[in-house]
Nanobody, 115 residues
Framework: QVQLVESGGGLAQPGGSLRLSCTAS????????MSWYRQAPGKERELVAA???????NYAASVKGRFTISRDNAKNTVYLQMNSLKPEDTAVYYC?????????WGQGTQVTVSS
């Protein structure tokens, strides 16, 4: 079955950095568009960054210039490098894989930005 496993979350200070990873299994990773979403308490889940199967990237305005999404098809892994973190980046971050009508979610990883 398809599994998406996120890792790399944790506690960071404002201005700090974290790198999230999402490793997929059970699917043809290179054919999938991959995205990172986040959900803060009391808020809706929102798209943070996306990278399609061709490597084209897209970012939410709130993270542009601070976050970088990338993928390694040989490792079935998508990354989210988060720099210059702000307290408002605190959320559970979810990995998403999408190809046509097939979409899958990871279990999420908590990111907390606090001094």
């Amino acid at each position: 079955q398809v599994q998406l496993v996120e890792s790399g979350g944790g506690l960071a200070q404002p201005g700090g950095s974290l790198r999230l990873s999402c490793t997929a299994s059970g699917l043809t990773f290179s054919s999938y568009d991959m995205s990172w979403y986040r959900q803060a308490p009391g808020k809706e889940r929102e798209l943070v960054a996306a990278i399609n199967s061709g490597g084209v990237t897209n970012y939410a305005a709130s993270v542009k210039g601070r976050f970088t999404i990338s993928r390694d098809n040989a490792k079935n892994t998508v990354y989210l490098q988060m720099n210059s973190l702000k307290p408002e980046d605190t959320a559970v971050y979810y990995c998403n894989a999408l190809a046509g009508k097939y979409g899958y979610w990871g279990q999420g990883t908590q990111v907390t930005v606090s001094s």
